[in-house]
Protein backbone atom coordinates (compact mmCIF):
# COMPACT_ATOMS: atom_id res chain seq x y z
CA UNK A 1 0.00 0.00 0.00
CA UNK A 2 1.21 3.53 -1.06
CA UNK A 3 2.77 5.40 2.11
CA UNK A 4 3.28 9.06 2.06
CA UNK A 5 7.12 10.46 2.01
CA UNK A 6 7.28 14.08 3.09
CA UNK A 7 9.30 15.09 0.03
CA UNK A 8 6.44 15.08 -2.41
CA UNK A 9 4.88 18.61 -3.97
CA UNK A 10 1.15 17.12 -3.59
CA UNK A 11 1.31 14.92 -0.46
CA UNK A 12 -2.34 13.42 0.59
CA UNK A 13 -1.25 12.62 4.48
CA UNK A 14 -3.77 9.44 6.45
CA UNK A 15 -6.56 11.47 4.56
CA UNK A 16 -10.12 10.08 5.08
CA UNK A 17 -13.32 11.58 3.91
CA UNK A 18 -17.01 10.67 4.41
CA UNK A 19 -20.14 12.73 3.90
CA UNK A 20 -22.33 11.28 6.88
CA UNK A 21 -20.04 10.91 9.17
CA UNK A 22 -20.14 6.89 8.91
CA UNK A 23 -19.56 5.48 5.57
CA UNK A 24 -15.95 6.45 4.56
CA UNK A 25 -15.81 7.51 0.74
CA UNK A 26 -11.73 7.86 1.08
CA UNK A 27 -10.00 5.59 3.56
CA UNK A 28 -6.33 6.55 5.00
CA UNK A 29 -5.45 7.65 1.82
CA UNK A 30 -1.25 8.20 1.40
CA UNK A 31 -0.08 9.42 -1.63
CA UNK A 32 2.95 11.44 -2.48
CA UNK A 33 3.30 13.50 -6.01
CA UNK A 34 6.98 14.45 -7.18
CA UNK A 35 6.95 18.13 -8.92
CA UNK A 36 6.67 17.72 -12.71
CA UNK A 37 4.70 13.95 -12.17
CA UNK A 38 1.78 13.39 -14.26
CA UNK A 39 -0.65 10.86 -12.41
CA UNK A 40 -3.63 9.66 -13.20
CA UNK A 41 -6.15 8.60 -10.10
CA UNK A 42 -8.40 5.81 -12.02
CA UNK A 43 -10.93 3.92 -10.91
CA UNK A 44 -14.95 3.09 -11.37
CA UNK A 45 -17.81 4.84 -10.36
CA UNK A 46 -17.70 5.66 -6.37
CA UNK A 47 -13.95 4.36 -5.85
CA UNK A 48 -13.00 7.70 -4.33
CA UNK A 49 -10.96 9.17 -6.90
CA UNK A 50 -12.96 12.23 -7.83
CA UNK A 51 -13.40 13.02 -4.01
CA UNK A 52 -9.84 13.07 -3.67
CA UNK A 53 -9.11 15.61 -6.63
CA UNK A 54 -11.84 17.73 -4.85
CA UNK A 55 -10.43 17.35 -1.84
CA UNK A 56 -7.40 18.45 -3.28
CA UNK A 57 -9.07 21.68 -5.34
CA UNK A 58 -10.67 22.81 -1.84
CA UNK A 59 -14.02 22.13 -2.92
CA UNK A 60 -14.33 19.56 -0.23
CA UNK A 61 -13.18 19.45 2.74
CA UNK A 62 -10.92 15.79 4.49
CA UNK A 63 -13.02 14.55 7.42
CA UNK A 64 -9.30 13.38 8.67
CA UNK A 65 -5.75 14.14 7.39
CA UNK A 66 -3.89 16.67 6.03
CA UNK A 67 -3.50 17.70 2.36
CA UNK A 68 -0.30 19.42 1.84
CA UNK A 69 1.26 21.32 -1.54
CA UNK A 70 4.70 21.99 -1.68
CA UNK A 71 5.14 21.55 2.12
CA UNK A 72 2.30 23.89 3.37
CA UNK A 73 -1.26 22.36 4.62
CA UNK A 74 -4.12 23.40 2.47
CA UNK A 75 -6.74 21.66 4.67
CA UNK A 76 -8.33 25.48 5.37
CA UNK A 77 -6.80 26.96 2.18
CA UNK A 78 -10.04 28.49 0.15
CA UNK A 79 -9.85 27.39 -3.52
CA UNK A 80 -8.81 30.75 -5.05
CA UNK A 81 -6.15 30.90 -2.81
CA UNK A 82 -4.73 27.48 -3.59
CA UNK A 83 -3.55 29.02 -7.29
CA UNK A 84 -4.49 25.66 -9.15
CA UNK A 85 -5.34 25.08 -12.43
CA UNK A 86 -8.72 23.53 -12.76
CA UNK A 87 -10.77 21.54 -16.38
CA UNK A 88 -13.75 19.79 -16.28
CA UNK A 89 -15.45 17.73 -18.60
CA UNK A 90 -18.50 20.73 -19.03
CA UNK A 91 -15.85 23.20 -20.02
CA UNK A 92 -17.38 25.86 -17.51
CA UNK A 93 -16.72 28.45 -19.96
CA UNK A 94 -18.55 32.23 -19.51
CA UNK A 95 -20.43 32.42 -22.10
CA UNK A 96 -21.29 35.42 -22.54
CA UNK A 97 -17.48 36.42 -22.77
CA UNK A 98 -15.07 36.36 -25.71
CA UNK A 99 -12.43 33.22 -25.42
CA UNK A 100 -9.66 36.22 -24.87
CA UNK A 101 -11.98 37.20 -21.74
CA UNK A 102 -12.66 34.06 -20.55
CA UNK A 103 -8.93 33.06 -20.42
CA UNK A 104 -7.82 36.83 -18.97
CA UNK A 105 -10.59 36.10 -16.06
CA UNK A 106 -8.06 34.42 -13.79
CA UNK A 107 -5.09 36.92 -14.55
CA UNK A 108 -7.87 40.03 -13.61
CA UNK A 109 -8.98 37.99 -10.56
CA UNK A 110 -5.16 38.01 -9.48
CA UNK A 111 -4.62 41.59 -10.40
CA UNK A 112 -2.66 41.36 -13.25
CA UNK A 113 -2.17 44.41 -15.55
CA UNK A 114 -3.68 44.71 -18.73
CA UNK A 115 -0.45 44.19 -21.17
CA UNK A 116 1.27 41.23 -19.44
CA UNK A 117 -2.67 40.49 -19.51
CA UNK A 118 -2.42 40.53 -23.08
CA UNK A 119 0.88 38.79 -23.55
CA UNK A 120 -0.53 35.72 -21.25
CA UNK A 121 -3.40 35.18 -22.65
CA UNK A 122 -1.47 35.09 -26.27
CA UNK A 123 0.95 32.92 -25.17
CA UNK A 124 -1.73 30.53 -23.59
CA UNK A 125 -3.76 30.51 -26.60
CA UNK A 126 -0.91 29.73 -29.06
CA UNK A 127 0.19 26.41 -26.69
CA UNK A 128 -3.30 24.99 -27.37
CA UNK A 129 -2.89 26.24 -31.46
CA UNK A 130 -6.24 28.38 -30.79
CA UNK A 131 -4.59 31.68 -31.11
CA UNK A 132 -7.24 33.06 -34.10
CA UNK A 133 -9.89 32.21 -32.08
CA UNK A 134 -9.50 35.05 -29.51
CA UNK A 135 -12.96 36.88 -30.82
CA UNK A 136 -15.01 34.47 -30.96
CA UNK A 137 -17.37 33.53 -27.66
CA UNK A 138 -17.81 29.46 -26.78
CA UNK A 139 -20.79 28.68 -28.34
CA UNK A 140 -19.04 29.70 -31.88
CA UNK A 141 -16.83 26.84 -31.18
CA UNK A 142 -17.02 22.87 -31.77
CA UNK A 143 -16.24 20.98 -28.79
CA UNK A 144 -12.87 20.06 -29.23
CA UNK A 145 -11.86 23.73 -29.51
CA UNK A 146 -14.20 24.53 -26.34
CA UNK A 147 -11.87 22.25 -24.20
CA UNK A 148 -8.62 23.65 -25.95
CA UNK A 149 -9.82 26.88 -24.46
CA UNK A 150 -10.64 25.05 -21.18
CA UNK A 151 -7.12 24.27 -20.82
CA UNK A 152 -5.50 27.43 -22.11
CA UNK A 153 -7.52 29.30 -19.43
CA UNK A 154 -6.27 26.42 -16.75
CA UNK A 155 -2.49 27.10 -17.83
CA UNK A 156 -2.80 30.91 -18.70
CA UNK A 157 -1.73 31.90 -14.74
CA UNK A 158 0.91 29.40 -15.13
CA UNK A 159 -0.20 27.58 -11.93
CA UNK A 160 2.78 24.61 -10.75
CA UNK A 161 -0.31 22.33 -10.22
CA UNK A 162 -3.42 21.59 -12.85
CA UNK A 163 -6.28 19.30 -11.56
CA UNK A 164 -8.70 17.74 -14.62
CA UNK A 165 -11.55 15.52 -14.07
CA UNK A 166 -12.68 13.45 -17.00
CA UNK A 167 -11.63 16.60 -19.41
CA UNK A 168 -11.77 14.47 -22.17
CA UNK A 169 -14.99 12.59 -21.48
CA UNK A 170 -17.31 14.64 -23.97
CA UNK A 171 -15.03 14.32 -27.04
CA UNK A 172 -15.42 11.84 -29.75
CA UNK A 173 -12.87 9.10 -29.95
CA UNK A 174 -10.34 10.14 -32.93
CA UNK A 175 -10.20 13.76 -30.83
CA UNK A 176 -9.91 12.86 -28.06
CA UNK A 177 -6.48 10.60 -28.50
CA UNK A 178 -5.52 13.20 -30.14
CA UNK A 179 -5.70 15.89 -26.89
CA UNK A 180 -4.93 13.52 -24.93
CA UNK A 181 -0.99 13.35 -26.61
CA UNK A 182 -1.64 17.12 -26.65
CA UNK A 183 -2.35 17.39 -23.18
CA UNK A 184 0.39 14.96 -22.73
CA UNK A 185 2.91 17.41 -24.26
CA UNK A 186 2.03 20.29 -22.68
CA UNK A 187 2.21 19.24 -18.95
CA UNK A 188 5.78 17.51 -19.96
CA UNK A 189 7.04 21.16 -21.98
CA UNK A 190 5.88 23.19 -19.25
CA UNK A 191 6.90 21.47 -16.18
CA UNK A 192 3.09 21.27 -14.67
CA UNK A 193 2.42 18.96 -11.39
CA UNK A 194 -0.92 16.92 -13.16
CA UNK A 195 -3.43 14.95 -11.20
CA UNK A 196 -6.07 13.54 -13.92
CA UNK A 197 -9.01 11.74 -12.97
CA UNK A 198 -10.55 9.21 -15.31
CA UNK A 199 -12.18 5.80 -15.81
CA UNK A 200 -11.12 5.17 -19.13
CA UNK A 201 -7.91 3.05 -18.63
CA UNK A 202 -6.55 3.37 -22.08
CA UNK A 203 -6.41 6.89 -21.41
CA UNK A 204 -4.62 6.05 -17.84
CA UNK A 205 -1.96 3.95 -19.47
CA UNK A 206 -1.64 6.36 -22.24
CA UNK A 207 -0.97 9.55 -20.52
CA UNK A 208 0.62 9.02 -17.06
CA UNK A 209 3.73 8.89 -15.37
CA UNK A 210 2.20 6.75 -12.61
CA UNK A 211 -1.36 5.59 -12.19
CA UNK A 212 -3.15 5.39 -8.65
CA UNK A 213 -5.82 2.24 -9.12
CA UNK A 214 -8.76 3.14 -7.17
CA UNK A 215 -11.33 1.07 -5.36
CA UNK A 216 -13.30 1.53 -2.56
CA UNK A 217 -11.84 4.26 -1.41
CA UNK A 218 -8.26 2.89 -1.36
CA UNK A 219 -5.32 3.03 -3.67
CA UNK A 220 -5.41 -0.35 -4.82
CA UNK A 221 -2.04 0.03 -6.83
CA UNK A 222 0.37 2.95 -7.68
CA UNK A 223 2.65 2.45 -10.44
CA UNK A 224 4.20 3.11 -14.09
CA UNK A 225 1.81 2.22 -16.86
CA UNK A 226 3.79 -1.06 -17.68
CA UNK A 227 4.03 -2.01 -14.76
CA UNK A 228 0.18 -2.04 -13.92
CA UNK A 229 -0.42 -3.79 -17.07
CA UNK A 230 2.35 -6.48 -16.79
CA UNK A 231 2.50 -7.15 -12.63
CA UNK A 232 -0.77 -6.68 -11.52
CA UNK A 233 -1.15 -6.47 -7.30
CA UNK A 234 -4.15 -8.00 -7.11
CA UNK A 235 -7.43 -9.91 -8.87
CA UNK A 236 -9.11 -6.12 -8.91
CA UNK A 237 -6.12 -4.49 -10.93
CA UNK A 238 -5.70 -7.60 -13.09
CA UNK A 239 -9.36 -7.23 -14.34
CA UNK A 240 -9.67 -3.32 -14.44
CA UNK A 241 -6.99 -2.58 -16.07
CA UNK A 242 -6.76 -4.12 -20.18
CA UNK A 243 -8.48 -7.54 -21.06
CA UNK A 244 -7.16 -10.57 -18.83
CA UNK A 245 -8.06 -13.70 -18.86
CA UNK A 246 -8.69 -15.48 -15.56
CA UNK A 247 -8.12 -19.74 -14.34
CA UNK A 248 -10.22 -21.16 -11.14
CA UNK A 249 -8.05 -22.97 -8.96
CA UNK A 250 -6.36 -23.88 -5.62
CA UNK A 251 -2.65 -23.63 -4.14
CA UNK A 252 -1.29 -26.82 -4.54
CA UNK A 253 2.25 -25.85 -3.48
CA UNK A 254 4.63 -22.73 -3.41
CA UNK A 255 8.33 -22.81 -4.07
CA UNK A 256 9.83 -19.54 -3.89
CA UNK A 257 8.99 -17.45 -7.15
CA UNK A 258 6.81 -20.63 -7.97
CA UNK A 259 3.78 -21.74 -7.13
CA UNK A 260 1.71 -25.16 -8.27
CA UNK A 261 -2.02 -24.07 -9.00
CA UNK A 262 -4.61 -26.94 -9.27
CA UNK A 263 -7.56 -25.58 -11.45
CA UNK A 264 -11.45 -26.55 -11.15
CA UNK A 265 -11.13 -28.19 -14.20
CA UNK A 266 -8.03 -30.34 -12.60
CA UNK A 267 -5.11 -29.31 -14.76
CA UNK A 268 -2.02 -28.26 -12.39
CA UNK A 269 -0.06 -25.28 -13.81
CA UNK A 270 3.08 -23.09 -12.74
CA UNK A 271 2.24 -19.23 -11.70
CA UNK A 272 4.15 -16.80 -10.14
CA UNK A 273 2.20 -16.05 -6.31
CA UNK A 274 1.00 -12.63 -5.97
CA UNK A 275 -1.32 -11.72 -2.85
CA UNK A 276 -1.33 -16.16 -2.18
CA UNK A 277 0.67 -17.22 0.98
CA UNK A 278 0.11 -20.91 1.36
CA UNK A 279 -1.31 -24.43 0.34
CA UNK A 280 -5.10 -24.92 -0.08
CA UNK A 281 -5.79 -21.09 -0.52
CA UNK A 282 -8.22 -20.19 -3.51
CA UNK A 283 -6.67 -18.64 -6.12
CA UNK A 284 -7.45 -16.82 -9.84
CA UNK A 285 -5.08 -17.50 -12.04
CA UNK A 286 -4.25 -14.17 -14.10
CA UNK A 287 -2.49 -14.15 -17.75
CA UNK A 288 -2.77 -11.50 -20.65
CA UNK A 289 -4.28 -12.80 -23.81
CA UNK A 290 -1.48 -11.41 -25.89
CA UNK A 291 0.45 -13.98 -23.98
CA UNK A 292 -0.43 -17.07 -25.21
CA UNK A 293 0.66 -19.02 -28.19
CA UNK A 294 -1.18 -21.61 -29.84
CA UNK A 295 1.52 -21.89 -32.55
CA UNK A 296 3.47 -25.23 -32.04
CA UNK A 297 6.67 -23.65 -33.73
CA UNK A 298 6.71 -20.24 -31.25
CA UNK A 299 5.75 -22.58 -28.68
CA UNK A 300 8.43 -21.54 -26.41
CA UNK A 301 10.45 -24.43 -24.46
CA UNK A 302 9.25 -23.74 -21.39
CA UNK A 303 5.79 -22.32 -22.28
CA UNK A 304 3.33 -24.12 -20.35
CA UNK A 305 0.53 -25.96 -22.37
CA UNK A 306 -3.02 -26.47 -21.72
CA UNK A 307 -6.37 -27.59 -23.94
CA UNK A 308 -8.49 -25.61 -25.38
CA UNK A 309 -11.66 -25.82 -27.17
CA UNK A 310 -12.20 -23.13 -30.21
CA UNK A 311 -15.38 -21.19 -29.56
CA UNK A 312 -15.23 -18.08 -32.08
CA UNK A 313 -12.43 -16.84 -33.89
CA UNK A 314 -12.82 -13.08 -35.28
CA UNK A 315 -10.69 -11.76 -37.74
CA UNK A 316 -9.90 -8.04 -36.61
CA UNK A 317 -7.52 -6.89 -39.45
CA UNK A 318 -4.19 -6.30 -37.39
CA UNK A 319 -5.26 -8.91 -35.52
CA UNK A 320 -7.02 -12.17 -34.90
CA UNK A 321 -9.16 -12.62 -31.27
CA UNK A 322 -10.22 -16.26 -30.45
CA UNK A 323 -12.51 -17.17 -28.13
CA UNK A 324 -11.78 -20.65 -26.38
CA UNK A 325 -12.91 -23.29 -23.73
CA UNK A 326 -10.51 -23.68 -21.26
CA UNK A 327 -10.38 -25.71 -17.83
CA UNK A 328 -13.68 -24.69 -17.81
CA UNK A 329 -14.07 -21.58 -18.67
CA UNK A 330 -15.94 -20.27 -22.01
CA UNK A 331 -14.37 -16.81 -21.99
CA UNK A 332 -10.63 -17.24 -22.19
CA UNK A 333 -9.70 -15.05 -25.41
CA UNK A 334 -6.03 -14.59 -27.26
CA UNK A 335 -5.04 -12.21 -29.04
CA UNK A 336 -2.67 -13.25 -32.02
CA UNK A 337 -1.22 -11.22 -34.45
CA UNK A 338 -2.12 -11.09 -37.92
CA UNK A 339 0.98 -12.82 -39.97
CA UNK A 340 1.55 -14.81 -43.15
CA UNK A 341 2.49 -17.77 -40.45
CA UNK A 342 -0.48 -17.08 -38.11
CA UNK A 343 -2.67 -20.05 -38.57
CA UNK A 344 -6.87 -19.21 -38.48
CA UNK A 345 -8.88 -21.36 -36.03
CA UNK A 346 -12.23 -22.93 -36.91
CA UNK A 347 -14.63 -22.97 -34.41
CA UNK A 348 -15.19 -26.67 -32.89
CA UNK A 349 -11.33 -27.50 -33.16
CA UNK A 350 -8.91 -28.59 -30.75
CA UNK A 351 -5.94 -26.86 -29.95
CA UNK A 352 -2.85 -26.66 -27.22
CA UNK A 353 -1.82 -23.36 -25.92
CA UNK A 354 0.73 -22.31 -23.57
CA UNK A 355 2.56 -18.97 -22.21
CA UNK A 356 5.61 -18.95 -20.34
CA UNK A 357 5.18 -19.69 -16.34
CA UNK A 358 6.12 -16.09 -15.57
CA UNK A 359 3.57 -14.67 -17.75
CA UNK A 360 1.12 -16.15 -15.49
CA UNK A 361 0.08 -14.58 -12.35
CA UNK A 362 -1.80 -16.53 -9.14
CA UNK A 363 -3.57 -13.67 -7.59
CA UNK A 364 -6.01 -13.52 -4.62
CA UNK A 365 -9.41 -15.31 -5.38
Given at each position: M ?8 V ?13 L????L????AK ?6 L???G??K ?5 M????E ?9 D??P??NI?PHKR?I??VF ?6 P ?14 R????SD??A??K???D ?10 R ?7 Q ?11 F ?6 M?E????L ?6 H?QF ?9 G ?8 D??E??T????VAV???G????LA?P??L?E?PQ ?10 NN ?6 K ?11 DG ?6 K?VN ?10 SI????V?Y ?6 A ?20 T??R??G ?22 I ?14
Amino acid sequence: MPTASDDGFVVFDRVQKSYDGETLVVKDLNLSIAKGEFLTMLGPSGSGKTTCLMMLAGFETATHGDILLDGKPINNIPPHKRGIGMVFQNYALFPHMTVAENLAFPLEVRKIGKSDRDAKVKRALDMVQMGAFGGRRPAQLSGGQQQRIALARALVFEPELVLMDEPLGALDKQLREHMQFEITRLAHELGITTVYVTHDQTEALTMSDNVAVFDDGRIQQLAPPDELYEAPQNSFVAQFIGENNTLEGTIKEIKGTEALVTLDGGEIIVAKPVNVSKPGERTRVSIRPERVEYNKDRLHADAHTLKAEVLEFIYMGDIFRTRLRVAGNDNFVIKTRNAPDQRRLTPGETIEIGWLPEDCRALDA
